[in-house]
């Protein structure tokens, strides 16, 4: 007998003993899906705190924008900058040859105390308009940032 035959009948002899035996079978293991289709909690979670995010932002612009507004009923001009620099500095030239105690003197330290005011609140609009650039900038981001989400939840389902 070789040792092939031997093998083979000692396979046959152990499905058959294996058959009438009377054993449980080994149940089979179900094949584990390659996406699991639960919901993610720190998916959800991050879904939510962008929302959050997305919604301090928008409660930020509609500030400014009110901001911006009231400026504009008020009637803050929109002059230049550095005109109004140009303004001061000439103001400050001529109180410089302006006696310290003359009618002149207190009407030009006026004048520049106004200009200063004007270009102190151009500034701030400044500043206010390029926060709300950022935010609207930081929205655009948080916008991809969900959009990249559900696109990536969309194909793993």
Known sequence: MSFWNFLGEFA???MISNRFSGKPKPQ????QPFHD?????E???RIEELQREIEHSQTKIAEYRRIIDSERVYGIDDADADELQDRIDQLEE??????LMSDRY???QDEIDRLQDRLDDMEDRQETYDDLQDELDELEDLYEDLDEMYSDQDEDW
């Open 94 to 99: 001529q109180l410089d040859s302006c006696d």
């Open 43 to 45: 998916y959800e979670t």
């Open 12 to 14: 046959l002899f152990n």
């Open 28 to 31: 089979k293991q179900p094949c």
């Open 106 to 108: 207190d009407r030009i």
């Open 37 to 41: 289709y639960t919901h993610d909690a």
